[in-house]
């Protein structure tokens, strides 16, 4: 299915389509506030295995993360945030960061895989994700895909449409640049990946 709306303004009757495919356990494509991404259900192992053989790597060297509607839901699978951690969350987000925490107990298989104790958060500015989480109470696992800009959105889906339940495009152009990535995994958080997303930590 090949759905294109508004990133701003998305219709919610196209946004319905896509959370039905999630909640069938099927994997979608939509755009964030960095880059395109793959995203299904923490719950859905299925399209997390699919997940495995696109991005043409092991589940041991998968580094996925989650996307939340908020920062009371990332707790649920992170240890406690230090304080100087969670003002700088609160401070940038909604953005196009990710942030890499300690992992709590609840945190899914697949993120503690080789005894894995990190996992990496979003909580993206983007209206179209953020309906979507909306309707569940667990977050989306996300990871990005390989597409510079959007002249090759039709080749990207014509060739991984048999595994994609769903792929949601845009009328805007959009800017498509990666997350900047905070590890905040020691004392101090440090810039791991500098993005779209500027910081002065």
Request: proline share 6%.
């Amino acid at each position: 299915m090949f759905i294109k709306t508004y990133f701003s303004n998305p219709e919610t009757r196209k946004l319905d389509q896509i959370i039905e495919k999630l909640k069938a356990g099927d994997l979608v494509v939509f755009p964030t506030d960095s880059v395109f991404s793959f995203a299904c259900l923490l719950s859905s192992q299925k399209s997390i295995d699919t997940l495995y053989t696109l991005k043409k790597v092991k589940p041991k060297d998968a580094q996925f993360s989650i996307l939340c509607r908020d920062i009371s839901q990332v707790s649920a699978y992170t240890k406690p945030i230090e304080n100087h951690v969670f003002k700088l969350m609160k401070k940038v987000l909604p953005g196009p960061f990710t942030f890499i925490l300690p992992a709590s107990n609840l945190a899914p298989k697949a993120f503690k895989i080789n005894k894995k104790k990190q996992i990496g958060i979003r909580i993206v500015d983007a209206p179209l994700v953020t309906y979507l989480l909306e309707h569940f109470s667990q977050p989306l696992v996300c990871t990005s895909v390989s597409i510079e800009s959007q002249e090759q959105i039709e080749t990207f889906y014509a060739a991984h449409k048999h595994l994609i339940g769903a792929f949601v495009d845009v009328h805007e152009t959009l800017q498509l640049e990666p997350s900047t990535i905070i590890n905040c995994l020691e004392s101090l958080p440090v810039v791991q990946r500098l993005g779209k997303g500027k910081i002065d930590l």
